[in-house]
């Protein structure tokens, strides 16, 4: 368990010296940001409809 803090405290750590590197120079910090947007991924497309036939679906699976 403290093996994974301290990878994740390194993951933090270096994110953040990277985020202090690419400040300086406007165009590398836009690229930076481009590549940390690439990373997150699109989380919701917003389309704001039910599928009611895959949550009847997933109510199905739940009950085997």
């Given at each position: 368990m403290s093996n994974s803090i301290d990878r994740?405290?390194?993951?933090?750590?270096?994110?953040?010296?990277?985020?202090?590197?690419h400040a300086?120079?406007?165009?590398?910090?836009?690229?930076?940001?481009e590549s940390l947007m690439a990373e997150l991924g699109l989380?919701?497309?917003?389309?704001?409809?039910?599928?009611?036939?895959g949550m009847n679906a997933l109510k199905q699976m739940s009950k085997r």
């Open positions: 994740i405290e390194a993951q933090r750590d270096m994110r953040t010296l990277s985020v202090q590197m300086g120079s406007g165009e590398s910090a836009k690229k930076y940001r989380v919701s497309t917003g389309t704001g409809e039910r599928d009611v036939a």
